[in-house]
């Protein structure tokens, strides 16, 4: 009765408002996972989608595709959805047109699934095409992954994370620049840097917090550009994974900066975990009552088996090839000295059959093979683009090899004033950061005011 009144009190007051404007606000009439998807069902583009308080677990996902949707909950503790699904309580697909945004829940994992997360979100193509703001993401015993964003830009803003799980793999956001079942980061490796643009995944004005670190709270894969500013961390840190585990190539970019980290826990902390691609770090505080900072640390896990968990090979002067170009099958994930496929000599993203202009290989021309593809310090072309790292409170970049050091060290692959630069507190030349806040504009804005066009789904 509680979640009826509620329900009679937005449809009365909203009736004011009601105009002429196409896009409607179909409320669904109740918190139920299926009441949920009738109002979505039901909606067109345009449209959004309001959910009442009260709290549901949900055994079925949701699903928004084909459409640009706001789907708004009433408000953090407010809708409560607790996620007993296998695959994520809320799925959407996404395009620069059909833009989605998610505003308004608190999710709870109550089952376990590292391969979705409680909320996904997919794209098509390189666009922003979602934003997910002020909600509430609960991951206590259950083992579960926050928001998922696979192949597209967007926001994540103003929203908790809270993990109360002390062991596992919880991450509470996890890029991903194209997935492994398409093509691994292949094409966006493609595209041209472009830091302090749009074309990332903005992770903004958010509080992660944590009781102790059993994994980083972002991470990033196949090609991911991601974006982490104004946030406070408590009790954990980020990292972001390379071109050396599960057959898929490293994170693209990052820009990590005016960030707040809290350690009040006993455990030493990183300042960022980076294995592959470039960015920048700058204007972060660390503090804490507890376990010390360690610096930004630099790792190239293909050079110090048995770290690395790829099939591409050891990155030490082999002259290895691909054994497919066709960027979905498991060849294409594999390389040998056998093998049929090579990277252009001037484009080293461009891959054909072995032969004419195709004479690269997966690594670069050193000896010892520098540079290794995607490695910390090369961006697109795999050409370099230094790191750069300034004003963190005296957390500087450095490189660690896991305890298993290449022959000549770690810094015959990474070395600072080639592939990273500590430049104490001077920007990096050249570099803009995206106006802060986020530029908020149409269907991103704020918070929606009084909806119109209101049709409560019986």
């Not at 006993?266 to 503090?287: C, D, K, M, Q």
């Amino acid at each position: 009765m509680r979640n009826l009144c509620c329900l009679c009190l937005i449809v009365v007051s909203v009736q004011v408002f009601e105009s002429s404007v196409s896009a409607r606000t179909n409320v669904a009439t109740s918190t139920l996972s299926s009441a949920v998807q009738l109002a979505i069902d039901a909606s067109t583009s345009g449209d959004t989608v309001m959910v009442p308080p009260g709290s549901a677990t949900w055994l079925t996902p949701i699903a928004i595709s084909g459409k640009a949707l706001t789907l708004l909950g009433s408000g953090i503790d407010s809708t409560v959805i607790t996620d007993r699904t296998t695959a994520g309580a809320i799925n959407a697909d996404v395009t620069g047109l059909n833009f989605v945004r998610i505003s308004g829940f608190t999710v709870v994992a109550s089952s376990t699934h590292t391969s979705a997360g409680l909320v996904n979100v997919d794209g098509s193509q390189a666009t922003v095409g979602f934003r997910f703001d002020h909600n509430r993401l609960l991951i206590p015993s259950a083992i579960s992954r926050g928001i998922i964003p696979k192949s597209t830009y967007g926001l994540i803003d103003n929203n908790v994370f809270d993990v109360t799980a002390t062991s596992g793999s919880v991450q509470s956001v996890s890029v991903w620049g194209s997935s492994d079942s398409s093509d691994g980061g292949f094409t966006p490796w493609t595209r041209p840097l472009t830091l302090g643009s749009t074309n990332a995944v903005y992770i903004e004005d958010n509080i992660f917090n944590y009781s102790t670190q059993a994994e980083d709270s972002i991470d990033a894969y196949g090609g991911a550009r991601l974006v982490i500013r104004g946030n406070t961390f408590n009790n954990i840190s980020v990292g972001f994974h390379g071109t050396d585990s599960g057959n898929r190539r490293s994170m693209h970019s990052f820009e990590i900066y005016s960030n707040s980290f809290v350690n009040n826990s006993s455990t030493h902390l990183r300042a960022a975990t980076i294995r592959g691609g470039t960015g920048v770090v700058f204007g972060n505080t660390y503090g804490g009552s507890g376990g010390a900072w360690n610096g930004v640390i630099l790792m190239y896990y293909r050079a110090c088996p048995p770290l690395d968990q790829s099939t591409w090979g050891t990155c030490n002067g082999t002259l290895w090839k691909l054994n497919s170009s066709s960027l979905s099958a498991q060849g294409s994930r594999v390389c040998s000295t056998s093998g049929t496929v090579g990277f252009d000599t001037v484009n080293r993203e461009s891959l054909g059959p072995f032969g004419g202009s195709f004479q690269g290989y997966f690594d670069g021309p050193s000896p010892n093979g520098y540079p290794g593809r995607d490695q910390p310090g090369i961006t697109t072309g795999q050409v370099s683009e230094p790191i750069y790292v300034w004003s963190n409170d005296g957390m500087d970049a450095g490189t660690y090899d896991g305890g298993y050091p290449p022959p000549g060290g770690i810094q015959a692959w990474i070395k600072a004033g080639r592939d990273y630069i500590n430049n104490g507190s001077t920007p990096k030349p050249g570099y803009t950061p995206l106006p802060y806040p986020f530029p908020l504009n149409g269907i991103f804005g704020a918070r929606p005011s009084a909806p119109k066009n209101v049709r409560v789904l019986e």
